[in-house]
């Protein structure tokens, strides 16, 4: 109870701001399209939390939720297929934007560093083999397409206008999304209380800021991924 309920503020918070830049930008802003953002993100936690454990638990065995991750996955895959999404759209291909790569390539690289930097001051316990394999692939794999790819487009669909920096195209929407996945990372309730990490926060949120840009500049979810299984595997071997 004590997840839904949290996942429950997070929502609150995102549709709070939501309405109070739709009331602050009139016309600009969606309800529809901010509706099954809010949506979505529901539908997101119920799969990664097995239905908040009232889904039977598969033997896929480990200390890791696999199940809840692949179910996510899976999830996003179906609202993929949906009309107003599909492939091209959410980022879904290997195919990188026509000459993205020479801006997008450095800054992947600042990226790496940044990470290196982090697990050096935050240094970690040598991992099972298991986790490796779990955080090598089901983070960015399920986070990346869920909040980069589906939760992107529909935020982007809720708020129109645009603004031209370092770039790409941003919009309310993209930042939206950051702040929905430093919240979802940052922000609970546990002991009938809620309570917010601003650290995590930060260390969540600014990062997703650079995933986002590499979307809208390569229009492919490829670099996002790996730099993030990148991000939380280094963390746990440096």
């Known amino acids: 109870m004590d997840g839904f309920i949290g996942i429950l503020g997070v929502v609150a918070l995102m549709l709070g701001a939501g309405i109070v830049l739709g ?13 099954a953002a809010a949506a979505l993100v529901l539908m997101n936690d119920l799969m990664l939390t097995n239905g ?20 996510a996955l899976a999830a996003s895959a179906v609202v993929i297929a949906l009309p107003g999404f599909g492939r091209r759209e959410t980022g879904l291909t290997l195919v990188q934007a026509a ?7 450095p800054v992947a690289g600042l990226y ?11 240094p970690n316990d040598r991992p099972s083999v298991e986790t490796l394999i779990f ?3 089901m983070p960015g794999l399920e986070e990346e397409v869920f909040y980069r790819g589906v939760l992107l487009v529909a935020l982007g669909r809720a708020f129109a ?4 920096f370092l770039g790409v195209d941003w919009g309310l929407g993209a930042i939206l999304s950051c702040m929905l996945f430093g919240l979802a990372h940052a922000f609970g309730f546990s002991n009938g209380e809620f309570s917010f990490d601003p650290l995590t926060m ?8 650079i995933a986002v840009w ?14 993030h299984n990148f991000g939380n595997a280094v963390m746990m071997l440096v």
């Open 23 to 35: 009331a602050l930008l009139p016309g600009r802003m969606s309800l529809p399209w901010l509706l």
């Open 52 to 71: 908040y454990g009232l889904f039977p638990n598969l033997p896929l065995g480990g200390d890791w939720n696999w199940q809840g991750k692949i179910l």
């Open 99 to 105: 000459g993205s790569l020479k801006t997008a390539l």
């Open 112 to 122: 790496v560093g940044l990470f290196m930097v982090l697990a050096l001051i935050f």
């Open 135 to 137: 955080q090598l692939t």
């Open 161 to 164: 206008g645009r603004v031209r």
């Open 202 to 209: 930060g260390l969540t949120a600014v990062p997703s800021l």
């Open 214 to 227: 590499m979307v809208l500049k390569t229009r492919s979810l490829m670099l996002p991924v790996l730099l």
